[in-house]
């Protein structure tokens, strides 16, 4: 815990100014506060025995400078308000900006397991509530000690007996608070993990709403929400109780002050011991003394939720990624494109069964290299391991003869554009999404991209052109259009080597003939994986893969396969006769 607080800690370091003026200021507010009763004692027990004039004249300046601590006090409280919440907002952006860039650096074997909907939580209400704990704990508890301490050796002064019976209740308010924050953690930390399930499945349904449609499954999706829905107020109920008791017994305990400071006192006015400008007094600091526990109460509960969400915060943080430059990893500009696998072998980490076992492979720079065989047979697997969005299990994969583990890994993606029959595309135009291949890239180069992808036409065919909003995930464009772009998108790129994921799978005929086409133009003197999904698509190809659970099963020409009456046979001509779809 020691070592989480000091990461903790470290957040206020670029706000220390106006942290420590922040502290300064509940420090004076809180002085306001002690010192105001005390002018009221003085009123009572010296000032009302003036001679009139003169009590009149006493009360007027005494009146004033209790405005003016008035004043001041709002002032303080103020300050503490707008600028500490402005301290904890930017922390809150600071840490946001942290888990937001880790999440960048996280690799595909962390995002295969994880909901967005509970990133999304640890991004928002999370941070939240630590922004919170970081401006209000300290500014709370400093407030609350000196109240307390404050109001304790003032009335101490005042009346030891009187001051012992009134504070004899704080032990016991604290000790209760203690034990039903204790009980709360649990509560709360179940209360997160229900929410981020709350939030996952929102984000899913949302983003699926159109086959929710389709299927006319909105009452499915309210059922599955009623479910997660139900689950979070069952477990707020226990966290809800425990809250209650502890809000209810704390009231409870207030008031039994004020009684028993008023039966002590009472008792002691009848022997004299007490004057009733002291029993007064006493009064007044009640809520000096009641108000800070509690805060301080308050504050523990503060302290649950945000310190649970900073732990969570940490927990993101401390996942360090499995895909990473070595210390002494080699800096490329541009590379050819040779490839070579060398036994290469890979599992995914939650499961010992291989996917790829021992291939050995090799494409030339500017080879045309074509992947087909059944679903499953890691065609798509194989891919994804030439630009590290996993790293092989066993063997090495070289480009340009090094190893791809020794290279930079910004540098090694920068070198590779892929386009996925699945295509990606983020809310906002036209350019802006051709652009994402290339930030820097000016609105000409841009524009070319787009001609040579033949996304050209259909774009000016809208009134606004290229920048023209395409919706969210491109939703106002065909498939054939999406593809279009994500295509152009790599031609901005410019790389040497491409992988084409089924680009073409998921389009009709005519649309799939101007994709071709693009894609085509595209892998002119690159080195280009093409992961097949109508074979009649690739006869072209200079090589062409035949991946089976065994690994490589043929690899040829297309008339070399043909002229085998193998695998490749089988495929063409099943999917010839059946239009079947090659997914894997």
């Known amino acids: 815990m020691k070592e989480k607080l000091k990461k903790l800690i470290a957040y206020y370091k670029p706000y220390k100014l106006l942290f420590y003026s922040d502290l300064f200021f509940a420090v004076l507010g809180a002085g306001v506060t002690l010192v105001i009763p005390l002018i009221v004692r003085y009123i ?75 990133l999304l939580s640890r991004i928002t209400s999370d941070l939240f509530d630590i922004s919170e704990l970081l401006h209000h704990g300290p500014e709370d508890v400093l407030i609350s000690v000196i109240k307390i301490a404050g109001s304790f050796l003032i009335l101490v002064n005042v009346n030891a007996r009187l001051t012992a019976a009134a504070f004899a209740f704080i032990p016991v308010m604290f000790l209760f608070a203690v034990y039903y924050n204790k009980k709360m953690k649990q509560a709360f930390s179940r209360n997160r993990a229900k929410i981020a399930d709350i939030n996952s499945q929102i984000e899913d349904s949302l983003a699926g709403i159109r086959v929710v449609k389709s299927f006319g499954n909105e009452k499915e999706e309210m059922k599955k929400f009623d479910r997660g829905n139900n689950n979070f107020v069952e477990a707020k109920k226990t966290s809800y109780r425990y809250m209650g008791m502890y809000n209810s017994g704390l009231n409870a305990l207030t008031t039994l002050v004020t009684v028993g400071v008023l039966v002590a006192g009472g008792s002691y006015l009848t022997t004299g011991t007490v004057g009733v400008s002291d029993l007064i007094t006493f009064l007044l600091y009640i809520n000096n003394f009641t108000e800070p526990v509690k805060k301080l109460v308050n504050s523990a509960e503060q302290f649950q939720n945000g310190y649970t969400g900073f732990e969570r915060f940490l927990e993101i943080l401390s996942i360090a990624p499995d895909i990473a430059d ?48 059944p679903s499953g047979a890691g065609k798509t697997t194989l891919c994804s391991l030439i630009p590290r969005f996993y790293d092989v299990t066993s063997g090495e994969i070289l480009v340009d003869g090094t190893d791809i583990r020794d290279l930079r890994l910004n540098d090694l993606r920068n070198n590779i554009g892929i386009v996925q029959q699945d295509v990606y595309l983020f809310a906002g ?34 009134p606004q052109g290229y920048d023209t909003d395409i919706g969210q995930r491109g939703v106002k464009l065909s498939g054939g259009q999406k593809q279009r772009l994500s295509i152009a998108r790599v031609f901005l790129k410019n790389p040497p080597i491409l992988i084409f ?45 035949v991946l089976t659970e065994d690994g490589i099963a043929e690899e040829g020409t297309h008339e070399e396969l043909l002229a085998k009456q193998g695998v490749y046979e089988t495929l063409y001509y099943g999917k010839r006769r059946g239009n079947v779809h090659g997914a894997g």
Do not use: W
């Open 501 to 545: 994921d089924e680009a073409t799978s998921a389009l009709d005929n005519e649309s799939e003939k101007v994709v071709q086409q693009s894609l085509e133009g595209l892998a002119k003197n690159r080195t280009t994986f093409v992961i097949a999904h109508r074979l009649t698509t690739i006869q072209n190809a200079q090589k062409i893969l």
């Open 326 to 373: 070595k210390e002494d990893a080699v800096h490329v500009e541009k590379l050819k494109g040779e490839i070579i696998f060398r036994d290469v072998s890979f599992h995914y980490e939650d499961n010992a069964e291989k996917v790829l076992s021992h291939i050995d492979l090799k494409a030339d720079a500017g080879d045309y290299i074509a992947l087909v065989g």
């Open 44 to 118: 009572t027990n010296q000032v009302v025995y003036y001679e009139p004039p003169e009590a009149r004249q006493a009360i007027i300046m005494l009146g004033a400078v209790m405005i003016a601590l008035v004043l001041l006090e709002f002032g303080c409280n103020y300050y503490i308000a707008y600028f500490g919440h402005m301290m904890g907002a930017r922390m809150e952006a600071d840490m946001r900006s942290d888990i937001f860039g880790h999440y960048q650096k996280l690799t595909f074997a962390f995002y295969d397991n994880q909901k967005v909907g509970h």
């Open 429 to 462: 135009t036209i350019m802006d999404n051709i652009r994402y291949g290339k930030p820097e890239a000016a609105d000409e180069e841009v524009v070319r991209a787009a001609k040579n992808a033949n996304a050209h036409e259909f774009i000016m065919s809208f």
